[in-house]
């Protein structure tokens, strides 16, 4: 018998990418307490050097052998470029701006209390080696830390109140302002930290570069049809990807800049919706086995995987608890109903996607090691499905709050 070919193999893996996580989502029924895109994160995991590769070793080496990594590789970097660039995109800030007073507090309050207990939890678990990368600081980890305990998945969100009947309902409009002023800090303090004192000049220049550009591109989209805007934004947003990541910025930083420079309604919605719709489905499943594979429980010194998933235990109460606080905190500020502020932050728990993203570039720039990694990427995992089933039932005894 012939020896299989390297696409051959590539398709045996995009099979499993494609249809372990779907069978699982579907014959099981996980849709309550977790989406597709959860079982399909989950599923990256399993597939991964810590699962699969552990218990057979030889059918891991050689479906995920080097050529098809590589392979895989290129899809999931283009795949979740295209896909933070969306997320740039569709940020809309006027409605953020007419309340803002509300808005302001309650996104500060809910980003900066799961950062302060989340930084307190990187402080205590960082004692220990293995768990800072090699090219990064003790700062840059404890606040990379915080930042990924404090983030809301923007994306996931919205899938989850269009899910429970509230994305249109004045609920889930002001859960969207809250979100959107909180990933604006996510970029924000994911640029802080990739901050390279040896790199100022190159990223200095990006920074320059970019706002001329941004400028001038806008200027050209209000002359041109959709069907050009739709080409010239792909080319917009490898250049600026490749320009952020020359900088030492990282692709993923430049290809947020990229969308959020532009309007959305540049761009018919339900061709937006249908993109976005598209890259969930059929490429970024891609981008989370690709996660999935660079996942590690086993930390130097042999402490193993029961340290990993204790270190994501702790991550996972100080985000919940911190996120939990700062809603809070923000209903008693605003004068908030009983019940509101406790449904409102566990709705603000969803994490994966953007999370998963930024702690991949964390991991990229070796600021964090893999096991670290691991244990935040379990934590948005469980983060996620805690949302919907303890969601739903403060619901049922809200009515629909924030409609009166």
Not at 51 to 71: E, I, K
Not at 268 to 287: G, N
Not at 300 to 306: D, N, R
């Amino acid at each position: 018998m012939a020896a299989m070919g390297t696409s051959e193999i590539y398709l045996i893996a995009l099979t499993a990418i494609l249809g372990v996580p779907y069978l699982v989502w579907r014959l099981l029924r996980t849709e309550y307490w977790a989406p597709l895109v959860v079982v399909q994160i989950v599923g990256g995991i399993l597939l991964g050097p810590g699962v699969l590769g552990a218990q057979f070793p030889a059918t891991h080496a050689f479906v995920f052998n080097p050529q098809v990594m590589g392979a895989l590789n290129g899809v999931a970097w283009w795949a979740v470029m295209m896909f933070v660039f969306v997320a740039g995109l569709e940020l809309d800030l006027s409605d953020a701006w007419t309340h803002r007073r509300e808005t302001s507090i309650t996104a500060a309050c809910a980003l900066l209390t799961p950062l302060a207990f989340g930084a307190l939890a990187a402080a205590l678990l960082l004692r220990m080696p293995g768990w800072i990368g090699p090219r990064g600081t003790y700062a840059q980890a404890v606040l990379g830390i915080g930042m990924a305990c404090a983030v809301t998945a923007l994306p996931i969100l919205v899938l989850l109140m269009e899910k429970l009947g509230i994305f249109r309902r004045p609920l889930g409009q002001r859960m969207l302002r809250y979100a959107s002023l909180d990933d604006i800090a996510i970029w924000g303090v994911l640029a802080l930290i990739l901050v390279d004192w040896e790199r100022m000049g190159r990223q200095g220049l990006f920074l320059v570069a970019f706002a001329v550009a941004a400028f001038a591109i806008r200027a050209l989209f209000r002359r041109m049809p959709e069907q050009d805007r739709w080409y010239l934004s792909l080319i917009w947003l490898a250049a600026v990807g490749f320009a952020a990541d020359w900088s030492g910025l990282h692709f993923m930083v430049g290809a947020f800049l990229a969308g959020v420079v532009l309007d959305a309604h540049w761009f018919a919605r339900e061709k937006l919706d249908q993109f976005r719709e598209f890259l969930l489905l059929a490429v970024m499943p891609v981008f989370f086995l690709s996660t999935g594979l660079r996942t590690d429980f086993g930390v130097g010194g042999g402490m193993g995987a029961a340290v990993v998933i204790g270190a994501a235990l702790l991550f996972l109460v100080a985000s919940v608890a911190g996120k939990l606080a700062g809603v809070h905190l923000a209903g008693r500020l605003l004068g908030w109903r009983k019940g509101e502020a406790s449904l409102i932050g566990w709705m603000l728990q969803t994490k994966a996607l953007i999370m998963i993203i930024f702690v991949n570039v964390l991991l990229d720039r070796e600021i964090v090691t893999s096991e670290t990694f691991t244990a935040l990427l379990l934590m948005a995992v469980g983060s996620t499905m805690l949302t919907v089933p303890m969601t739903k039932p403060r619901m049922a005894r809200l009515g629909t709050p924030g409609d009166e």
